[in-house]
C-alpha cells in the first residue's frame, strides 16, 4: 500500500474513532441528563421497606419496592403487582389476583445476569416478616385487623380480616406492605437494609452513607405509560445528605439539584412573596406548586397532667380562642397552609369537618381566663409549650397572643427526639405535634383519641378519654358506607374539639419546588414522591 493510501485508511479510521467517541459522549450526556438529583437533608438509615416509617425512607423505597395495590396522586387505589381483587360481602374476606411476569430485580442470588417471578407466597413471606417479632418492624400494625392470609396458589393471595375494615385497601399501599425476596432476606440479614431487592421502577447501585446514594433504572419495570412506553423515563436517581436546609436550598437554585420540598423559615421570605407565590425573579428557572397535604399541625394537652390550668377545659378553650391563625399562617408561613379552625381531621379529606370550630375570639377568651380565675382564686394562671425549634417562632406567637388574655406562657424548646419521647411518656403538658396520614382516611386521624390507645403503648399522647367517642368509633371502622362512615367521622372529630384536648393550628400544604426542565413531577396530599413518570428536557 503506497503512502497516499496509507494516509487515506488512516484518516478514514481517525474518522470513525472520532465519530465512536462523539457518539459515546452523546449518550453519556444524555443519560447524565436523565438523572433525577434531590437532597436528603434528614438523612436515611435503611432501605428495607418494614422500616419505611418516616417520609424519606418512604421516599426511598417507593422508588425501589411495589405492593398489591398503589395510590395515584388523587389518593384512589389502584392495582400494582394485583391486577385486580375481590372483597366479600362481610367486608371480611380480600382476594388478590396477582399479575404474572413480574420480576425481582437482577441479582446474583437468582443466578448469574438473572432474577425471580414474584409469586403469592412472596407475599406471603413478607407479611410474615412483617409480624416477626425478631424483625422487629414499626409497620406490625397495618396487619392490626387481619386474622390471616395465605397464597392459594402462585397468583391468588388472600387475606381475612378479624372485622370489617374499610381503610384495609389503602393499608395495603404503604410501603410496608412491599413484596421481598426471601433469598435475599435470608442471605443479607440485618444487612439487607443497604442491599435492597424489590421489584420497583429502579433498582440499588450505590449507597455511601451520609454522602450518596444512587438508584438505576430497572429495564425489566413491569408497568408502561398510556402510550405503552416502558416505565421508568429516568435512567437513575441521586440523592446527597447535606445536613441543612440552607445549603440545599443554595444547591437548588444552582441547579445541582432538580427538586425542593418544603420551605424553610431561612430562606423563605428568600422564594417566596409575603401571600406564598414564587417570586418574579426566580420563574423563568423554578416552577412551583403546592395542595393540600394531610397533615395537622396542632398543640397537644396531655389531659393527666398534674397541672390544674390544663386540666381546666375553660383555659383549653381560651387558648383554641386567642390567637389569629390567619395572621400566623400570613406573617409566619407567607400564606403556606389553612387556618385549622374547622377540627383535627385536616383539609383534603372527604370528611374534612365544615363546622365552625375555634376562631379568633380574644374578648371570649379572656372571659374565659378570668372566669377560671374566679372559679379557682388562681389569679397568675400559667402554662408551658414545649416544642423543638422549627417552630418556635409559632409558639411565641401564641405566648404574645394569649398573654393579653391574663394567660401566662412559657415556651421550653428541646430537641425533636426529646420532644418525642418525653411527650410519649406524658412529661409534657402542652407540646407541639403534628399528624401526617399513613392512608388518606380519616380514621388514621381519630384512633390516636381512641382510649384503648393511651401512651406510652399507643398514640393517644392526649389522654383523651370518651365513652361516647368510642362507640362511635367501633361504629365506624365497622361501617362499610362511606357516607354514612364520613358523618361518624365527623361527630368524633366534633366530640374531641369541644373537649379542646387539642388546638389545631393550620392544616398544612405540600409545597414543591423544581426546575423548569422537569417534567411529570406530580403532587398529592400525603406528599409520597414517585418518580417513574419523570423526565429531564
Known amino acids: 500500500m503506497n503512502l497516499k493510501n496509507r494516509i487515506i ?6 474518522l470513525v474513532f472520532s465519530l465512536l467517541i462523539s457518539c459515546n459522549k452523546n449518550i453519556s450526556k444524555n443519560r447524565d441528563s436523565q438523572v433525577f438529583k434531590y437532597n436528603e437533608h434528614a438523612n436515611i438509615t435503611t432501605l428495607d421497606p418494614a422500616f419505611a416509617k418516616d417520609l424519606r425512607t418512604i421516599w426511598a423505597t417507593n422508588q425501589l419496592f411495589n405492593g398489591l395495590v398503589q395510590l395515584n396522586d388523587q389518593l384512589e387505589v389502584l392495582p400494582d403487582i394485583a391486577h385486580s381483587w375481590t372483597i366479600s360481602d362481610d ?182 412573596t409575603a ?49 389569629d391563625r390567619e395572621k400566623m399562617i400570613l406573617y409566619l408561613r407567607n400564606g403556606i397552609g389553612t387556618p385549622a379552625i374547622n377540627g383535627f381531621i385536616p383539609k383534603g379529606l372527604p370528611s374534612f369537618n365544615n363546622m365552625k370550630g375555634y376562631t379568633y375570639q380574644p374578648e371570649k377568651a379572656k372571659e374565659l381566663v378570668n372566669s377560671y380565675m374566679e372559679e379557682t382564686g388562681n389569679k397568675t394562671p400559667s402554662i408551658t409549650i414545649s416544642t423543638n425549634s422549627q417552630y418556635l417562632d409559632l409558639c411565641e406567637f401564641i405566648q404574645r397572643e394569649m398573654e393579653k388574655t391574663g394567660l401566662n406562657v412559657s415556651i421550653d424548646v428541646m430537641p425533636p427526639s ?52 368510642d362507640a362511635l368509633y367501633e361504629k365506624a371502622i365497622q361501617t362499610t358506607d362511606n357516607f354514612k362512615r364520613h358523618v361518624l367521622y365527623q361527630q368524633m372529630d366534633s366530640l374531641v374539639m369541644e373537649s379542646a384536648a387539642v388546638i389545631p393550628l393550620y392544616y398544612d400544604e405540600v409545597v414543591r419546588f423544581s426546575r423548569k426542565n422537569v417534567k411529570g413531577l406530580g403532587i398529592n396530599p400525603i406528599n409520597l414522591l414517585t418518580l417513574k413518570r419523570v423526565s429531564k428536557e
Not at 125 to 130: A, I
Not at 421 to 449: C, H, M
Request: hydrophobic residues 35%; proline residues 4%; glycine residues 6%.
Open 91 to 272: 367486608g371480611l374476606q380480600y382476594s388478590f389476583k396477582l399479575k404474572k411476569g413480574i420480576q425481582f430485580h437482577k441479582h446474583i442470588l437468582f443466578g448469574i445476569d438473572s432474577t425471580r417471578e414474584v409469586t403469592a407466597s412472596d407475599f406471603e413471606y413478607s407479611f410474615n416478616r412483617l409480624l416477626d417479632p425478631k424483625v422487629a418492624s414499626p409497620g406490625k400494625w397495618v396487619l392490626e385487623f387481619v386474622e390471616k392470609f395465605e397464597a392459594k396458589n402462585d397468583t391468588t393471595f388472600v387475606v381475612q380480616l378479624k372485622q370489617s375494615f374499610p381503610p384495609f385497601l389503602s393499608l395495603m399501599s404503604m410501603k410496608y406492605c412491599s413484596v421481598v425476596p426471601k433469598e435475599a432476606v435470608a442471605y443479607f440479614g440485618d444487612t439487607f437494609r443497604a442491599n435492597p431487592i424489590g421489584t420497583g421502577p429502579f433498582q440499588f447501585k450505590l449507597w455511601v452513607e451520609n454522602t450518596k446514594l444512587v438508584f438505576r433504572k430497572n429495564e425489566n419495570y413491569h408497568e408502561k405509560d398510556e402510550n405503552g412506553v416502558q416505565l421508568p423515563y429516568l435512567e437513575a436517581i441521586s440523592i446527597t445528605f447535606l445536613p441543612d436546609k440552607q445549603s440545599e436550598f443554595l444547591q437548588f437554585i444552582q441547579g445541582n439539584i432538580d427538586f425542593m420540598s418544603s420551605i424553610d423559615a431561612s430562606f423563605k421570605d428568600d422564594l417566596l
Open 275 to 323: 401571600d406564598g407565590k414564587l417570586k418574579e425573579h426566580y420563574k423563568n428557572e423554578i416552577d412551583m406548586v403546592s395542595g393540600p397535604y394531610l397533615n395537622t399541625e396542632y398543640l397537644g394537652v396531655y389531659l393527666d397532667a398534674k397541672e390544674t390550668e390544663v386540666n381546666s377545659k375553660k383555659i383549653r378553650q381560651a387558648i383554641n380562642y386567642g390567637f
Open 9 to 14: 485508511v488512516i484518516s478514514f479510521k481517525f
Open 418 to 469: 426529646t420532644l418525642r419521647q418525653t411527650k410519649v411518656n406524658g412529661q409534657l403538658s402542652i407540646f407541639r405535634g403534628s399528624w401526617v396520614a399513613d392512608y388518606p382516611d380519616a380514621e388514621n386521624y381519630l384512633f390516636i383519641f381512641h382510649s384503648k390507645n393511651f401512651s406510652p403503648n399507643g398514640p393517644n399522647y392526649t389522654h383523651y378519654n370518651s365513652k361516647e367517642f
